[in-house]
């Protein structure tokens, strides 16, 4: 059993990592989950001007630089996807790809999903659909899947996949070079259009045709936010919050891209202050009332 943490703070990049750095400097145990590198969004950028005091920065340099300030202050730094957050009374429970985890108030900072959503990706969702190929690929035992990748670690999936299936599709949609040995993992440049089926999915339309499958695994950076919790409202396709970044479960914070535009570095590191400070009362109020 791992240990309780005051804030679980959901995502690595600048709102994430400025929440952290106030948690820490708050006395907070934090746990920072960030499952790839501190923001490869904020790494494409070749040329950031507009954060204050940082003129003419690459996204790389100034996300170096961030990250090694808020780990400075030692969060617990757990480099694992979190799957779901589900809320109880008293505690949230943090469901990773491998383990559970526990905290008194969470934090999302886990960006925007990058492009829209697959035309039937949300209807198949649960129904074929999957963003976790370690929790759901037993399902898919002998059958056909396919995993559209946003990123390398869409291979290791692929690898995973094609010992229980029968054939994996794998339609990377990044430029590195890939490393996939299985005999039964069939490469396809293409781009994904959308997902079909009747109550269950049946088949992936691409730039280049269709292909039939039984599953389809979508690896991003960011999965659409309302997955992670149940029950969070939105606004649009944001999480919605007030001033404090409080959402409308209690104990449970938003902060950076995923509130909503303009999707900016300084709006998220701003906002991640917030949000920490807002925790950090919240669990101050929890005490006082516990003890009186
Ligand atoms: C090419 C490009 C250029 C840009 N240029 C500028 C600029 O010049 N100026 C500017 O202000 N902004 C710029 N931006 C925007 C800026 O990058 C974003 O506004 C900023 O990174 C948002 O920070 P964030 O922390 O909210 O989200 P992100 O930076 O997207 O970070 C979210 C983090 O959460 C992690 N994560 C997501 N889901 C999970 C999960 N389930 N479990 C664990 N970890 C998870 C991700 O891996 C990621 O590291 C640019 C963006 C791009 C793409």
């Not at 791992?2 to 600048?14: E, K, Q, V």
């Not at 170096?64 to 969060?75: F, G, N, S, T, W």
């Amino acid at each position: 059993m791992n240990d309780i943490y005051d804030i679980a703070i959901i995502g690595g990049g600048p709102a994430g990592l400025s929440a952290a750095l106030t948690a820490r400097i708050r006395g907070k145990k934090v746990a920072l989950f960030e499952h790839l590198d501190f923001s490869r969004k904020l790494q494409r950028a070749h040329d950031v001007d507009n954060y204050l005091g940082m003129p003419h920065r690459t996204g790389t340099d100034i996300m170096r630089e961030m990250a090694d300030h808020a780990l400075a202050h030692e969060p617990d730094v757990i480099r694992e996807k979190v799957i779901s957050v589900f809320p109880g009374k008293k505690n949230f429970t943090i469901a990773c790809k491998e383990e559970m985890y526990t905290a008194r108030t969470v934090i999302l900072a886990t960006g925007v999903t990058s492009g829209a959503l697959f035309e039937g990706e949300k209807d198949l969702l649960g129904k074929g659909v999957s963003y976790c190929a370690t929790c759901d690929g037993m399902f898919f035992r002998g059958k056909t899947v396919a995993v559209i990748s946003y990123g390398k670690e869409g291979e290791a999936d692929a690898a995973y996949l094609a010992d229980l299936c029968k054939e994996v599709y794998y339609l990377p949609q990044y430029r590195d070079e890939m490393n996939l040995r299985a005999d039964n993992i069939i490469v396809e440049n293409v781009m994904p259009r959308r997902i079909e089926g009747q109550n269950k999915t049946e088949k992936l339309i691409t730039s280049k045709g269709e292909m039939h499958v039984d599953g389809v695994f979508i690896i991003r950076e960011s999965d659409p936010v309302e997955n992670l919790v149940r029950g969070l409202s939105l606004d649009g396709t944001h999480i919605a919050v007030d001033r404090q970044m409080r959402t409308n479960i209690n104990g449970l914070y938003a902060c950076g891209d995923c509130t909503g535009k303009p999707y900016q570095v300084s709006k998220a590191v701003g906002e991640g202050l917030v949000a920490a400070l807002s925790a950090v009362e919240y669990l101050h109020e929890q005490a006082s009332t516990a003890e009186a």
